[in-house]
């Protein structure tokens, strides 16, 4: 009841014998004026606002972080919409927004200048500054879809006429966030949509280390987005590796193509792709990063990241005691030996063969697609190890 009466939710249903009510945050474009004014107010920090709700007992907390990104586009958004507390237009430049978006200088220093990470046509062979000078993004809020088929541009195109960004569907492969944008002007018709595709990564094994594989995961044919065979406009792909431990953004330069040898690729150039892509990678959610972060707010965003991770809080206590005993009433949960130790010797994780469930190494990685990572700090897609190495 509180939280549709006093949180503006809408209510699907009651489930029989009352134990339990479904509600949605739902696209309501009067509404969300009437948050964006109440975000204006003096002393209102979107962050710290949304720490104290999810610090609640059975919110839902996103699985990769991916409402923190959401925070963070939206509180940049803001500043760009609203000046001296003045409503001055729902919207705003693309190239303006990446501009808010990171720290002072990143932007003219990494992204103003930068050439696409793959390529379609030679004519679109242009800085990102210049390929995205006429486009636009209207976005005022956010909805969670339930349908992947949801992602074709032709939905997309809809919901931005009600100003909505797209919370991917649970276990939607290769993309978390959907942003909509125009490409030439103001005109919302399916040949001048395109698209931000953002992951959001809440682990520390995604830092200041672009990994590749994860945009060629964002092919937006693979995806739905756009129809096979189509000529799509320039897209941007990027990945919010939020728990890096230090400060990154970087815009992924194109390779060669692989199966070539070095003479041969020196010959033909870059590769072509199906489409024209920016990929960035952007690490470390704090002040050096994101421009709408304030410095006093990074302790603040350094606990959302903790409060969404999927580490239950019952085995990160204050007493490690307390945690061991927990961790033994519920074994194999994860590689920390306490999970282990109720059944089996416990041992560190450099010792336990397939401790950590992935083994990456600095190779290339190529798919069906061509993308092919040839700068230094490629990854291979991963060797998984069977458990019967645990067994002993």
């Not at 009600?162 to 290769?174: E, K, P, S, T």
């Not at 709408?292 to 959302?304: C, M, P, R, S, T």
């Amino acid at each position: 009841m509180v939280q549709v009466e006093k949180h503006m939710r809408v209510c699907l249903g009651v489930k029989e014998g009352f134990e339990s009510v479904v509600t949605v945050a739902a696209s309501e474009p009067i509404l969300t004026e009437a948050a964006a004014a109440v975000m204006q107010g003096k002393g209102f920090s979107s962050c710290r606002a949304l720490q104290k709700i999810l610090e609640w007992p059975g919110m839902s907390k996103g699985n990769r972080g991916e409402l923190i990104v959401c925070n963070i586009a939206i509180d940049t958004l803001d500043t760009l919409m609203v000046q001296s507390g003045q409503l001055r237009s729902f919207i705003v430049k693309t190239t303006s927004y990446f501009k808010a978006l990171f720290a002072s200088g990143i932007y003219e220093d990494v992204i103003q200048d930068a050439l696409p990470s793959l390529l379609r046509h030679d004519d679109q062979n242009k800085t990102f500054a210049e390929t995205f000078k006429d486009s636009r993004i209207y976005v005022t809020h956010f909805i969670k879809v339930f349908d992947y088929k949801v992602l074709y541009i032709e939905y997309i195109m809809r919901l931005a006429a009600r100003g909505v960004a797209i919370v991917c569907a649970d276990n939607q492969a290769g993309a978390d966030i959907i942003f909509p944008m125009t490409y030439k002007n103001t005109v919302l018709e399916k040949e001048n949509m395109t698209v931000i595709i953002c992951q959001s990564k809440n682990d520390r094994r995604f830092s200041a280390k672009p990994k590749r594989y994860l945009f060629s995961a964002m092919n937006p044919f693979k995806l739905g987005i756009f129809n096979k065979g189509t000529d799509p406009p320039p897209i941007i792909r990027m990945v919010y590796a939020l728990a890096a431990r230090r400060s990154l953004v970087h815009v992924m330069q194109r390779g060669k193509r692989p199966h070539l040898s070095r003479e041969a690729k020196k010959a033909a150039g870059p590769s072509k792709h199906a489409y024209t892509s920016f990929d960035i990678w952007c690490g470390h959610t704090s002040s050096a990063t994101f421009g709408i972060i304030q410095q006093a707010d990074n302790e603040v965003y350094k606990n959302l990241l903790q409060l969404s991770r999927d580490i239950p809080d019952k085995f990160n206590s204050g007493l490690q005691s307390i945690n061991n005993v927990n961790m033994t009433m519920y074994p194999g949960a994860t590689s920390r030996p306490g999970h282990w130790s109720s059944f089996c010797e416990p041992k560190t994780q450099e010792t336990v063969p397939g401790a950590s469930p992935r083994v990456e190494s600095d190779t290339s990685f190529s798919d069906s697609d061509g993308e092919h990572d040839s700068e230094s700090g490629g990854e291979a897609s991963g060797v998984y190890l069977g458990l019967s190495s645990l067994a002993q």
